[in-house]
């Protein structure tokens, strides 16, 4: 299967559920009923093999594109682009959340209803300083707590995961490294504004069922990676630093509503040596 053929199936959105009949969309907002036109093929023909695709697709390419670094030397790579990127160092990744929108599912009540107040599964992911995942979990239930998704406090000060000083009154060292994560985090907004510009049924709501959206999002993720390292080209959607002032320019990503990730809830008790090796760094 060539890329090119890849690359059209996965446009469409995948349904498999006969019961769920409303419209269905792919990442140019069209209907099965309407991609049946484009691509000649019936609706229901559509709703059966994307599926298949989809699977054939991650089965393929996940463990090529989407393994997450395993030794001490690998991860000293990823810690290396961090600093010399963004000057941000000992960093092993940009932790973020995102809530992929979806159709309530039949009797599940708020199981899937979150804070932001929509139905909802949660893709939560660790980036490097390329925009590509290095680690994925998709399918926990917007409902579930942040710490049911992350069997933690989400974003909490710890000595393995930062956070910026939160304070008003920050003298110039927490200033200064305050801007250094917050342009480090950066880098996984950017990735999730690649994944939604490139799969647009990621803004807005799908309709299929939790499990097909599981799939196609990890797909999805997998054939960004994919992309990225086989056709590393520059895309309007990331952020980039001026060369001559160091200011920096925000990408096309930004400008987009819809690609907001899992805010960080404020009130976690914060540990004493996670504070103290804060204020070291």
């Not at 001026?242 to 320019?249: A, G, K, Q, S, V």
């Amino acid at each position: 299967m060539s890329l090119l053929i890849v690359h059209e199936c996965v446009h469409i959105s995948v349904h498999i559920d006969t019961n769920w009949h409303d419209e269905f969309t792919h990442t140019t907002g069209n209907s099965y009923p309407s991609l049946q036109y484009s691509f000649r093929v019936e609706a229901s023909t559509i709703c059966k093999f994307i599926p298949e695709v989809c699977k054939a697709i991650i089965a393929v390419y996940k463990v090529e594109v989407l393994s997450c670094p395993k030794t001490n030397e690998e991860w000293k790579k990823v810690a290396a682009r961090f600093s010399s990127r963004w000057n941000y160092h000992n960093c092993l990744g940009a932790v973020n959340g995102k809530h992929i929108a979806m159709k309530k599912p039949p009797n599940v009540g708020s199981y899937y209803y979150n804070y932001k107040c929509f139905h909802s599964i949660v893709l939560m992911v660790v980036a490097d300083v390329t925009y590509k995942f290095l680690y994925v979990d998709v399918g926990a239930e917007g409902g579930a707590s942040d710490g049911g998704t992350w069997r933690d406090d989400v974003f909490a000060l710890r000595t393995w995961m930062k956070k910026p000083f939160s304070h008003g009154s920050q003298v110039l060292r927490e200033y200064i490294y305050t801007y250094r994560l917050s342009r480090a985090q950066r880098v996984v907004e950017n990735a999730f504004g690649i994944l939604c510009q490139r799969f647009r049924c990621f803004l807005m709501t799908m309709h299929q069922h939790p499990n097909i959206i599981n799939l196609i999002t990890m797909c999805a993720c997998v054939l960004h990676n994919l992309v990225l390292i086989r056709y590393s080209h520059v895309i309007s959607a990331v952020d980039r630093e001026d060369p001559n002032t160091h200011d920096l320019i925000p990408g096309g990503g930004r400008t987009d509503r819809h690609l907001q990730g899992l805010l960080p809830l404020t009130g976690h008790h914060t540990l004493k040596d996670a504070k103290d090796q804060r204020d070291y760094l």
